[in-house]
């Protein structure tokens, strides 16, 4: 335990409890989010999007839903640039998938984003995971909701990437619908 835990000691987001971030009862009542297109958020099989949503095959690796009281003390937590949480949470989640080796062979990259926090946020967690210089890309963001931008400025790269995918924390607040439901 380091002094600076001990005069700051690290609380539960959701109930206070001291010594966690999120601590063990609290992360499982937050859904993890189910594999779905990036675009149109339909249900899909291994991240990816349809070929009918965008002409860019990008995976996208999502984390969980988040509540509306979750997202204010997440969001009031990236304001304060104290972004332990996230940190966390993307450990987790790397874990959670299983992507390990997809994260040693790809070149790890800010998620583009129009918010200056949250490019903040981005480059901060983009720096926390080591990769090599492969033709991989592997963005890293908060939220999907900057996978426009993302799309945008791929037609700006001058080498096309053998594999484009981006991992993020937060999908939109409900789940993803089956294709044909509405």
């Given at each position: ?9 690290k ?17 499982v ?16 099989n ?7 949503c965008?002409?860019?095959d990008?995976?996208?690796f ?23 949480v996230?940190?966390?949470l ?8 299983n992507?390990n ?5 790809s ?10 926090k ?22 890293i ?17 001058l ?15 409900g ?8």
């Amino acid at each position: 335990m380091s002094i600076i835990d001990y005069l700051f000691p690290k609380q539960c987001l959701l109930c206070s409890r001291i010594g966690y971030d999120i601590c063990p009862k609290c992360i499982v009542k937050i859904s993890h989010s189910l594999p779905s297109c990036c675009i149109c958020n339909n249900l899909n099989n291994d991240y990816h999007t349809h070929t009918y949503c965008s002409t860019t095959d990008i995976q996208c690796f999502t984390g969980w839903y988040l509540t509306k009281e979750v997202k204010q003390k997440i969001e009031r937590k990236k304001q304060l640039q104290i972004y332990s949480v996230h940190r966390y949470l993307l450990e987790l989640l790397i874990d959670y998938l299983n992507i390990n080796n997809i994260i040693t062979n790809s070149k790890i990259l800010p998620l583009p984003t129009d918010d200056f926090k949250t490019e903040r946020l981005n480059r901060y967690l983009a720096r926390c995971i080591r990769g090599n210089n492969s033709n991989n890309l592997l963005y890293i963001g908060e939220s999907t909701k900057d996978i426009d931008v993302l799309r945008k400025k791929k037609r700006l790269l001058l080498q096309k990437p053998l594999h484009l995918q981006v991992l993020v924390l937060f999908t939109q607040i409900g789940p993803p619908h089956r294709e044909g439901e509405e």
